[in-house]
């Protein structure tokens, strides 16, 4: 099976975080999609198993090991779909944590996916001091007036602000470390954010889990920031706010949340096919 290479995210200047996508991975066992996630090298690679009309399933491979949910490789699969299938639409995945729907639009720019998170949850980080001590972030490096948490909408990822967009633009921490931490305490990403405003936030997603310092465009880690502005009542009165990251790796992503109501987190964007 020839696997697919999509950029998501990307901004309009371009961007983007790559995925490799498999249209139909019927034929293939574990141990073959590890193997050519491996080979493609990306964060991850989604495959698909047609279960009906606009019904898939989906998995996730990193190089390393089967991911049960990855934003952008659901934006970029849903894209390879709309282009090389469904068109415009409604399509159904089904995911390790549950039914994914997703809504394609046609644009001037090529397909916009708005895939829908399984219900968020908030929790407590009681290894805060810890995290911050691996981040070489102190109690100053820390927004006071904005919550620290633990977050899901399909991964568990610890919620960190920075008191600055400069002290975000730092990244250095202790990768082994925090590698050790993250598989102990099951994070799929560490989201560190600045608050431009209500409705735009900077973020990085240290990710050593996944055998790089951070990854340029998280879906996961932005549906699960929505439910937890949701439930400290922080989000702007629509709901909606921009998620811009990758812009201190020079892979600038563009990420829209919809949060408002109840339910899943909308996340939104945009893919483009990459050639060899």
Request: glycine share 12%.
């Amino acid at each position: 099976m020839n696997p697919l290479r999509y950029t998501a995210f990307p901004t309009p200047q371009g961007g983007g975080n790559p995925a490799g996508v498999v249209l139909d991975a019927s034929a293939m066992d574990a141990a073959e999609m590890l193997s050519l996630a491996a080979e493609l090298g990306y964060s991850e690679t989604a495959f698909l198993f047609p279960r009906g009309e606009r019904e898939y399933a989906i998995r996730y491979f990193s190089p390393e090991a089967e991911v049960d949910f990855c934003g952008h490789a659901t934006v970029a699969a849903a894209v390879a779909l709309a282009e090389h299938h469904l068109g415009a639409g409604d399509l159904l995945l089904s995911s390790n944590v549950g039914e994914i729907p997703v809504t394609l639009v046609r644009t001037e720019a090529g397909y916009q996916a708005t895939l829908t998170t399984v219900e968020p949850v908030t929790a407590e980080l009681d290894a805060l001091p810890e995290l911050c001590e691996l981040l070489g972030w102190r109690d100053e490096d820390l927004h006071p007036d904005l919550p620290h948490g633990l977050a899901f909408a399909g991964l568990w990822h610890p919620v960190l602000w920075a008191v600055s967009r400069e002290r975000l633009a730092r990244l250095d921490y202790d990768f082994e470390g925090l590698r050790t931490l993250m598989l102990r305490e099951g994070w799929g990403t560490v989201s560190l954010l600045f608050r431009e405003s209500i409705a735009l936030i900077h973020s990085r997603n240290a990710f050593p889990i996944g055998g790089v310092v951070e990854d340029p465009a998280t879906g996961a880690a932005a549906g699960a920031l929505g439910g937890l502005l949701r439930a400290e009542g922080l989000l702007p009165e629509d709901g909606r706010f921009t998620v811009l990251q990758g812009e201190d790796m020079g892979q600038p992503c563009l990420l829209e949340v919809d949060a408002a109501g109840d339910g899943g987190v909308r996340v939104s964007g945009t893919a483009r096919r990459l050639f060899d």
